[in-house]
């Protein structure tokens, strides 16, 4: 019965942060109501002696049984979810910025997000312009970005290292919005099936605590408001997560076919890690894969296996075979794609930014546990919106605290020293940093200790995972000092988060950080028993309940397909494909965003978002080079009507900026515009050897005579 218990006690904490009654003391009630019953489940759990004793053995064949139905089940989903072209994108917030409708389109459940613009906004239609060139998906696209730019932003295109890429595949065999479908849940399908498999590695084969470990990163919220971005993160964590598997499938298989098949795997991980191109992501996950490496080869020592391995040199042989060849099929990606990377690494944002640590607050850590009511416009202030707020629940003094206890008890367990030695190492980069000349030396130079969190909140739910499995030693409880311990831990978590809440501009109701103070001491009380089944409900539930609709669920990408403004503008383009445009309106968020629906036809655009500056455009619009501290940097470029006799740049963001221009006929033919789109003006202005061909909301496209 402790499973309901735990269900019950999660969702009165999800209550408390769900429900805002009017009047003090309703709220104060189910801080009663929550605190009563987390009391209840821990007296139940002190008296139980739940999950694997000392000596007990792990899952064997009832496991693997689990584990096929689990994986089986999983790809189930995913070709389900994909048929039926369902997905998490915000693209229909299309609808109300083109055709001025309500942006629910095609939504089955949530909401479409104006905070996911890095989806929305930038990589959707990308992958539409990608798709709409002739031929389609080139390799180079100026409307992303000079060179191999594409490569470089993770979108499908003509190229061998697609071959690595499973994700883009729909794209050169499906319908358009299949094929992106395809593509959105192979990020969750990725991340939970390598997840699973390598967490069950951790778990020592209990698929309960593999399945949840791989559930609560998912829908922990730093995963879902960053889910679907130019950077891959899903797939990056899925493929360190495969690669780690392999290698374990590597040693420990009796199989030729199956090492053989594992060492494919790890050549894909490894390849598509590499290709994912996000230096702030990878390089803390690459640490942290090394870590688990070696914490990992210490159980194998302890393993005490058979000196005779029938098998050993064709391991070896497979492992040799497979790094040789992704170093040199990444030696050959490197030749293709350096041009574009060494322009990159010579922009003022991102290339010449380096970074020593030291900027995460102590604040963000505790922030995740009062933000179980995040959304887009509630959010903690001083973090700026609901994305960059998003993180992790911080469970690193927990296994620090085991590890000393295991070591107390003369035990010692290698994975969980790693985990807990990389997030000293990667919590001490974030708050404090570390010497510039050690930052470049290891390659920490390139991490913002803001991205750093990333691998901090997988370490640590690996951790989570690997604590859980360990034995659990019997010991009871008596009531009194369990209250007693119960109250301390409460009490002491209230401090806390009280005081980070303060910091956070009291983001968080003194009901919510009540509920918050209790609820998790419970939860830490329960994980340091090792109460496997409610300490993760316990996790599970609210998370799933903050997070779940962080990004909607949709079919299709009708903001796009069922757009009459997009398909009035495609056929526009359709008929004169060689025509540049460029649009430009008032300071307002519609016209800055509309180059990149325009974008989205194929047609080539000058301004929008682009990884790199459009050269070509600046030797016209600056050719003195007056404002290449503001433009020499990724950007979203936006311009704006002016009465200035010159064109003006103004920086808003490190990747944002405006151009103020003249309507004069001579500037947009120096430029070698041949369609205008002028967003939202009161007056048309007379161009000459410009002419209007039609309006629409709005919207008035010019073209050249």
């Known amino acids: 019965m402790i499973w309901i218990q735990s269900i019950i006690c999660s969702l009165l904490f999800v209550v408390n942060f769900a429900w805002h009654p009017k009047h003090w003391a309703v709220a104060v009630a189910l801080n009663i109501l929550l605190a009563s019953s987390c009391l209840g489940l821990l007296i139940t759990s002190s008296r139980r002696e739940i999950g694997n004793r000392p000596g007990e053995k792990p899952e064997s064949k009832s496991g693997d049984i689990g584990r096929n139905v689990i994986v089986t089940s ?52 990308w992958i539409w312009s990608q798709a709409e060139q002739k031929p389609a998906f080139p390799q180079r696209n100026t409307n992303i970005g000079n060179g191999v730019a594409p490569l470089l932003t993770n979108l499908p295109a003509r190229h061998w290292s697609m071959l690595f890429r499973p994700q883009m595949w729909g794209f050169f065999f499906l319908n358009r919005e299949r094929a992106f479908s395809f593509n959105w849940n192979l990020k969750w399908f990725a991340l939970l099936l390598s997840g699973f498999l390598f967490f069950r590695i951790v778990a020592r084969g209990n698929n309960f605590l593999a399945l949840s470990g791989a559930l609560i990163l998912l829908f922990s919220s730093y995963i879902q408001w960053f889910f679907s971005t130019p950077t891959c993160m899903p797939e990056m964590i899925a493929m360190v997560f495969f690669a780690l598997w392999a290698l374990h499938t590597m040693r420990r298989a009796e199989s030729r076919w199956a090492i053989a098949s594992a060492g494919m795997v790890l050549l894909v991980a490894v390849e598509q890690f590499v290709f994912c191109c996000y230096p702030r992501f990878q390089i803390p996950l690459a640490y942290l894969a090394v870590a688990l490496l070696i914490g990992g080869s210490t159980c194998y020592r302890n393993r005490n296996e058979s000196a005779r391995e029938t098998l050993h040199f064709f391991r070896s042989i497979c492992l040799i075979t497979v790094l040789v060849i992704a170093a040199m099929l990444v030696c050959q990606w ?146 009194r000092s369990l209250c007693i311990s119960a109250l301390v831990l409460a009490l002491f978590s209230f401090g806390c988060f009280y005081a980070a809440n303060s910091r956070l501009g009291n983001f968080a109701r003194l009901t919510e950080v009540t509920a918050a103070a209790v609820f998790f001491a419970t939860v830490f009380f329960l994980l340091w028993q090792r109460i496997r089944v409610a300490s993760c409900i316990l996790l599970l539930v609210p998370l799933l309940y903050a997070s779940g609709f962080a990004n909607p669920i949709g079919r299709g990408v009708p903001g796009l ?127 000459p050897r410009f002419e209007p061909i039609g309006a629409r909301e709005g919207l008035v496209v010019l073209r050249h005579r």
């Not at 546990?369 to 959304?375: C, D, I, K, P, V």
């Not at 020499?632 to 221009?661: G, I, K, M």
């Open 74 to 125: 999983l790809v189930l989903l995913f070709f389900v979810a994909s048929v039926l072209k369902l997905n998490g994108s915000s693209t229909a917030i299309w609808r109300g910025l083109a055709d001025r409708r309500d942006p629910d389109v095609g939504v089955i459940a949530g909401t479409a997000k104006d905070v996911r613009s890095d989806e929305w906004l930038v990589q959707t239609p």
């Open 334 to 479: 490197y030749r293709e794609v350096s041009p574009a990377i060494k322009e990159i690494q010579s922009l003022i944002y991102p290339g010449q930014e380096t970074f020593s640590g030291g900027s995460y607050s102590w604040v963000r850590l505790l922030a995740p546990f009062l933000e179980f009511s995040l959304g887009q416009n509630h959010y903690p202030e001083p973090l700026g919106n609901a994305c960059e707020a998003a993180g992790f629940l911080f469970l690193a003094p927990l296994l620090a605290a085991s590890l000393i206890r295991d070591a107390w008890q003369r035990r010692a367990d290698g994975v969980l020293i790693a985990v807990v030695l990389f997030l000293v190492g990667a919590i001490w980069f974030m708050s404090l940093g570390i010497p510039t000349w050690l930052a470049r030396a290891t390659g920490w130079s390139y991490v913002v200790s803001t991205r750093a969190i990333l691998a901090v909140g997988v370490a640590s739910i690996a951790g989570l995972v690997r604590h859980l499995a360990s034995p659990r030693q019997p010991f009871e409880y008596q009531k």
């Open 561 to 687: 397909t069922r757009s009459s403004i997009f398909h009035w503008l495609s056929n526009i383009h359709r008929r004169d494909p060689s025509g540049s445009w460029i649009v430009i309106g008032d300071l307002s968020n519609r016209n800055c965003c509309f180059a990149q629906f325009v974008k989205a036809t194929g047609a080539n655009v000058f301004g929008g978002s682009r990884c790199m500056p459009d050269r070509e455009m600046l030797r016209v619009l600056d050719p003195e080079n007056r404002y290449a501290t503001i433009s020499n940097r990724y950007a979203r470029v936006c311009f704006l009507v002016s009465t200035d006799s010159q064109p003006v740049f103004e920086l808003l963001a490190a990747d944002d900026y405006q151009v103020r221009l003249a309507l004069r006929s001579e500037i947009f033919e120096s430029l070698g515009v041949r369609y205008i789109v002028l967003v939202d003006q009161k007056e048309i202005p007379s161009l």
